[in-house]
């Protein structure tokens, strides 16, 4: 198997999001990760599904590994950012952080 350069999980439950827009988002990464060119090579990214990541608030919530780098609150728009900066330019959109692991918050 050839390896992947980054893990993005997203959560797809209904605590953090009670309207469910992880499960869109999740689709929608599906999409960028293509256009991006993310899917195969030395750069690609797996993309995976849970039903939490025990925030249960402020969803929806990804989480980026092996940076450690975690969302809240995404949008479309700032999904298409993450993307774009941070798994094809390796750029962490900063002020869309909420958590980092290893870092209490
Ligand atoms: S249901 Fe999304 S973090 Fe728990």
Redesign the pocket.
């Known amino acids: 198997m050839d390896p992947y350069s980054r893990h993005v999980l997203v959560?797809?439950?209904?605590?953090?999001?009670p309207e469910k827009k992880?499960r869109q988002i999740y689709a929608e990464l599906a999409r960028l990760l293509q256009r991006e060119d993310l899917l195969f090579g030395p750069d690609r990214v797996k993309r995976g599904e849970t039903?939490?990541?025990?925030?249960?608030?402020a969803?929806?919530?990804i989480a980026v590994y092996p940076d450690g780098i975690w969302y809240a609150n995404v949008t479309s728009a700032q999904l298409e950012r993450i993307v774009v900066e941070h798994l094809k330019h390796g750029r962490v959109v900063e002020e869309l952080v909420f958590h980092r692991l290893g870092e209490s918050s």
């Open positions: 959560c797809t439950g209904s605590y953090c999001s992880g039903p939490c990541l025990g925030v249960c608030a969803g929806p919530i």
